[in-house]
């Protein structure tokens, strides 16, 4: 077949020399440099900042990260299941060393499209679960992101906003990553891009900007300070617009 991303004929021998996704060589570059590991992170302003965060800062402190702690781990678990369907080796490579990112540093509606794939793999389920991750990667983290640099703006927490900074690089990759595959696909498999699944693709991005909205006004809402409601409307609002 043309299309080598999904149902080529694969040896699975590496040839990096030859890519037919020239676009990888320069993720794969990007991606290794970016690696890092928590312990490069001086912590000790944050443990002496931490009991002084006002109740609310401190709330929406420790649900923020518990959230991003949670999402990296159900991208850990999905996507070795998206290699196992892929044919194009150099991308299998970047699905892997995104894996191990994510182990480094839920929500029913990602899970559930997961679990879909888990249950029927075929072409159209796996454009939903690439866009399912091209929503988490670029959407589920950045009210999240947005409360650490706040905290840092004011003079706290800065080896959390620190973290964030990397965690924040680490997902414009990975989202590099996801776009591209999804790109790759509209040109080797047009058909799947039919005017109902781009309205299906499209209200999947709708409904992880209105998760992450009202995800941020549960978490953050006019609490705390520096930050605001409306604030967190527009921003994800203009990161939805932005995605798609």
């Excluded at 399912?132 to 080896?159: C, D, H, Q, V």
């Excluded at 595959?181 to 309205?199: D, G, S, V």
Aim: charged share 20%; net charge negative; with cysteine.
């Amino acid at each position: 077949p043309i299309c080598r991303m999904i149902g080529g004929n694969t040896t699975n021998l590496n040839d990096f020399n030859n890519l037919r996704y020239t676009w990888v060589n320069n993720w794969y570059r990007q991606a290794m440099n970016n690696f890092w590991i928590p312990e490069e992170i001086n912590l000790s302003q944050d443990i002496k900042d931490y009991p002084n965060l006002t109740e609310n800062e401190r709330t929406a402190y420790n649900k923020i990260l518990s959230f991003l702690v949670f999402l990296d781990s159900i991208q850990t678990a999905n996507l070795p299941c998206i290699g196992e369907y892929i044919t194009a080796n150099e991308i299998n490579l970047c699905l892997s060393i995104q894996t191990f990112q994510e182990c480094v540093h839920r929500n029913t509606f990602i899970g559930d499209l997961y679990n879909e794939f888990q249950e029927k793999k075929d072409d159209f389920t796996l454009l939903k679960v690439m866009m399912a991750n091209y929503i988490l990667e670029g959407i589920y983290f950045y009210s999240g992101f947005m409360f650490f640099y706040n905290l840092s703006r004011n003079g706290k927490m800065p080896g959390s906003a620190q973290e964030i900074r990397y965690i924040n690089r680490d997902e414009n990759t990975h989202l590099w990553l996801f776009r591209n595959m999804i790109l790759e696909m509209k040109k080797e498999l047009p058909e799947l891009f039919t005017p109902e699944h781009i309205e299906i693709l499209k209200e999947m991005l709708k409904e992880g900007v209105r998760q992450e909205i009202a995800w941020g006004h549960y978490v953050i809402g006019n609490q705390i300070a520096g930050l605001t409601k409306e604030m967190i409307t527009d921003y994800i609002q203009y990161l939805g617009n932005l995605r798609f």
